[in-house]
């Protein structure tokens, strides 16, 4: 399952209450797809910290993609 958070157009610091959220949530195999205006250093960090895996991507129009999964073990 893949979950889309567009953060966009909230504001801060709803998009990370809603990631950390949905990270509690989240299963082998699922995926968080983020949307944001800027490069999300506060949630890189707690990524980090807590063992995920992600990879970022910066679109044409300047929104910053990340795609958020469980590290494998």
Do not use: F, K
């Not at 709803?14 to 983020?34: F, K, N, S, W």
């Amino acid at each position: 399952m893949t979950l889309v958070i567009d953060g966009r157009e909230l504001e801060p610091p709803e998009p990370l209450q809603r990631v950390l959220a949905a990270l509690d949530d989240l299963a082998d195999g699922d995926e968080i797809h983020v949307l944001l205006y800027c490069h999300p250093v506060p949630l890189i960090s707690i990524l980090q910290r807590n063992g995920y895996a992600w990879q970022e991507a910066l679109l044409e129009d300047g929104t910053h993609e990340l795609r958020i999964r469980r590290a494998a073990p």
